[in-house]
């Protein structure tokens, strides 16, 4: 099993990128979880939404996480929010998990940006980030850049850069990724 993350600001457009990802991974014959973080209080599975829409895609599980309650439905009842490795341990093995959030945890990730956000981009100040899918590739100093609606590159970085359960659940505990 191997783990990726896309990090970004909210409207970057990293849902939209995972709905045409999911169907060009599985056509490739991977089997591709997904792990969404939430900021919010959420109900799951309703069109419209984002869990709804990565099963749609393809995703053999999506796990979803907020304050309040994680799903493979959760109720948290009050309890912390579990981190990252402890989803991790609860989701089926396939080829490959696309996390979705935890931008702060230790393990390797593309950052999806769009200029019209008028946010900074998370590269510079994240050494986990191998490369930037964004609308403006041109503005990427020092890490591979590759244009926002090249699906079939990101998936290529995707699968170059994901790094094993093993090393990510390593890194989760110690606090950082080695490179592989």
């Known amino acids: 099993m191997r783990i990726i993350g896309l990090a970004g600001w909210s409207g970057a457009g990293k849902t939209s990128l995972i709905k045409r990802l999911l169907p060009l991974l599985v056509s490739r014959g991977l089997t591709v979880s997904t792990v969404k973080h939430a900021h919010h209080r959420f109900d799951i599975d309703h069109p419209g939404k984002d869990s709804f829409a990565h ?18 439905m959760h109720e948290l009842r009050g309890a912390p929010e579990p981190d990252l490795e402890h989803l991790l341990s609860r ?17 390797p990730k593309i950052e999806i940006y769009r200029r019209e956000n008028g946010k900074a981009y998370l590269y510079p100040e994240d050494p986990l980030i191998s490369a930037v899918a964004t609308d403006e590739p041109q503005a990427v100093l020092g890490r591979t850049a590759i244009p926002l609606d090249d699906t079939a590159a990101i998936a290529q970085q995707i699968m170059a850069d994901a790094a094993s359960i093993e090393q990510v659940i390593s890194a989760l505990r110690a606090g950082s990724v080695a490179p592989e």
């Open 91 to 107: 989701m089926s093995p396939v080829d490959l998990v696309i996390v979705e959030g935890f931008k702060q945890a230790p393990y």
């Open 55 to 72: 099963r749609e895609a393809g995703a053999k599980e999506v796990l979803i996480v907020s304050g309040e309650r994680f799903a493979l």
